[in-house]
C-alpha cells in the first residue's frame, strides 16, 4: 500500500514509519523539518520537506498518489497555543484543512489522524475516560484538535473515504525533543543528566497516562491496515502517574538525588488524564505491550 506520513521525520511519526516500511508499505513522508529531524527520517521513505499549509502540497500528492494518509504534523504545544491561538489553528485547522483537500482531489481512501487524548475531554469526572466522554477541551489546542476531528468527519461523508482519530495519551520514548517538544519525561531525564534543575508546574499532583512510542506507532499502523475500523480511538495504558511520583521515579533511576523546584501551574492544562482504551482493543486489535505501572516508567 502507498502511504503519506506527514510528520514523518519526527518524534512518533518516525516511529510510524519505520514500522509502515517493516510490513512493506511504500513510503512518502512530508515534513517542514521545525521540529523534525531528518535523520529520524528512514532512507527507504522519500521526504518532501513541505509545510502541509503550502499550497506546494499538492504536488507530493500527485507524485506520491498516497492511498492512506497517516496525518501526524502539527503544533502539539499547548502553552504555545495558549500564548499564540492563531499560530496553532494555522496549523492544526488550516494545515489540516490544506491537507484534506489534497486528500479529496487525489482520491485518497482512508486517513489516520493524530489527535489528543487529554486535552480533547479537557477535565471530567470519568477516569479513565473513554471516547463517549463530552468534549470539554480548556486550551486552543484541545479545541483545534477537535475541530480538525469534526473537519475529517465531514470530509469521510462528502467523499466515501474512511477516517480514525487516534486519541493518544502522553507519549515518551526514543527520539522524544528535550528542547522544546512537549514531553515531561524527555524533558526531565535531559534536565536531570545534564545538571540542570526540573521546574514541576504548580503542585505536581496532575496526572498523565505515559504511552511508549512504539506501543502508539503499532496502534497507528493498526489503524492503517484495519480497514472497517473508523472513528476516534483512545491509545493509552489506563495508568494514572503523577507529575511528583514520575519525578521521583527518574531521579532514582537516573542516580540524581535533586528536588525538583515548582513553578506556577499553566493555564490550559487539565488536572488528571487518563484513557480507557479497551475500544482499541476491540476494534484495533491493540493493547500496549509496555504496561509499565508508575514505579517502571523511568526504567524505559
Known sequence: MKALVTGGAGF????????????????????NLS?????????????HVTDIRSARLAAVFGEARPEVVVHLAAQM??????????F????????????????????????IFASSGGAI?????????????????????????????RYIAAWTELTGAAAVALRYANVYGPRQNPLGEAGVVA???????????????????QTRDYVYVEDVAHATVQAVNRSRA???????????????D?????????????????????RGEQRRSVLDASRAKRLLAWTPATTRSPSRIAES
Do not use: M, W
Open 121 to 149: 475531554y479537557g477535565d471530567c469526572d470519568t477516569i479513565p475516560t473513554p471516547e463517549t466522554q463530552p468534549e470539554r477541551p480548556a486550551s486552543p489546542y484541545g479545541v483545534a484538535k477537535l475541530a480538525a476531528e
Open 246 to 266: 514520575l519525578y521521583h521515579r527518574l531521579t532514582a533511576a537516573s542516580g540524581v538525588d535533586a528536588p525538583a523546584r515548582h513553578g506556577a501551574a499553566k
Open 77 to 86: 504545544d499547548v502553552r504555545r497555543s495558549v500564548a499564540d491561538p492563531i
Open 187 to 205: 524533558i526531565f531525564s535531559a534536565r536531570l543528566l545534564s545538571g540542570q534543575p526540573c521546574i514541576v508546574n504548580g503542585d505536581g499532583e
Open 230 to 244: 473508523t472513528g476516534a480511538v483512545n491509545i493509552g495504558t489506563g495508568v494514572e502517574t503523577s507529575v511528583n
Open 88 to 111: 496553532d489553528a494555522s496549523v492544526n485547522v488550516l494545515g489540516t484543512l490544506n491537507l484534506l483537500e489534497c486528500c479529496r482531489r487525489a482520491g485518497v481512501e482512508r486517513l
Open 12 to 31: 512518533i511519526g518516525s516511529h510510524v514509519v519505520d514500522r509502515l516500511l517493516a510490513g512493506a508499505h511504500e513510503v512518502d513522508i512530508v515534513d
Open 35 to 47: 521540529t523534525g529531524r531528518p535523520a529520524h527520517a528512514n532512507p527507504a521513505a522519500r521526504l
